[in-house]
């Protein structure tokens, strides 16, 4: 049993942390069959439904926006869609407990405020400041696109509240 992050796809709703006993729960979760989609920079999978891309299915931007982010190679797929699940890193017993980090950094109060720096050495806030790390991360990658091959970009927890505490500082893909 491991305990993932759900990520409905619709907005209005928000994440939640679920115990997950065996791929039942992840196919029920996510409406069918399930992938893994590996997200190197924050040490998880995403679990998504295999066949959302051939039917069609809803935009998951939340997730879409998390995995741009923290993943360097996300051109095979260029959104995630449906509701996924967020556990560990797949390793050879399989995926593990959703990250600590992800759990605060995910479910828990924070500012978070997107920073550049021209030379990747000295950061500075932009006006850019959100409430979850989903906007923030969305508005960092549109700032990326935008911005070509200029500054960098990175997401800074700027407020931490008690729950999660031991979370604050720089979140930039490894």
Not at 131 to 159: K, Q, S, W, Y
Request: glycine share 10%; with cysteine.
């Amino acid at each position: 049993m491991v305990q993932g992050i759900v990520i409905p796809r619709d907005r209005t709703k928000p994440p939640w942390l679920q115990e997950l006993a065996g791929i039942s729960d992840f196919q029920n979760i996510v409406g069918g069959l399930v992938e893994p989609v590996e997200v190197e920079g924050f040490g998880a999978t995403i679990w998504m439904n295999e066949a959302t891309v051939h039917e069609h299915g809803q935009f998951n931007a939340r997730a879409t926006a998390l995995w741009w982010y923290f993943s360097p190679e996300h051109t095979m797929r260029h959104f995630i869609l449906g509701d996924v699940v967020i556990v560990g890193a797949i390793d050879k017993h399989g995926g593990g407990e959703a990250p600590a980090h992800l759990v605060h950094g995910l479910l828990h109060p924070h500012r978070y405020v997107v920073q550049m720096s021209p030379n990747d050495d000295a950061w500075g806030d932009t006006y850019a400041s959100f409430d979850t790390i989903f906007e923030a991360a969305e508005r960092c990658m549109l700032l990326c696109f935008a911005a070509g091959n200029g500054p960098g970009f990175r997401i800074h927890v700027d407020a931490v509240s008690d729950a999660a505490c031991g979370a604050e500082g720089a979140l930039h893909p490894r």
